[in-house]
């Protein structure tokens, strides 16, 4: 921790400043429903990954909403006792709704300082 001007400021890794970008970006293409960066992003209103089957010959498979959301699940999850040891399931609206209500804040995208 650093300290400034008599507070206290932690300073954040990268990978935590990114992750937490990460997250605000997906729920925000998640919300916009009827934008064309939904609709290359996300198949059908649904929480899988849209694929094109006119793909370049040796181009990588976009992953990114796929990984995105198995993360923002994981740290859902956490605050709910009844949903602790579940799995993502797409098809089912409640887990679909929390994502999607989702904020990405310090307390749940930063792990715990050292003590």
């Not at 400021?9 to 970008?21: E, G, M, Q, T």
């Not at 992953?63 to 993502?88: A, C, G, M, Q, R």
């Not at 098809?91 to 989702?102: A, G, P, V, W, Y």
């Amino acid at each position: 921790m650093m300290v400034e001007e008599g507070r206290k400021k932690r300073v954040r890794s990268f990978v935590d400043a990114y992750n937490k970008l990460k997250y605000k970006r997906a729920v925000k293409i998640l919300n916009q429903e009827n934008t064309s960066i939904h609709k290359v992003s996300f198949d059908n209103n649904k929480l899988r990954k849209w694929t094109h089957d006119k793909r370049r010959v040796g181009r990588p498979r976009a992953n990114w909403t796929e990984e995105t959301i198995k993360e923002i699940w994981d740290i859902v999850k956490k605050n709910h006792t009844d949903l602790k040891y579940s799995t993502f399931d797409e098809d089912n609206e409640r887990m679909t709704q929390l994502i999607k209500d989702f904020k990405a804040t310090d307390e749940n995208c930063y792990p715990p300082p050292p003590a």
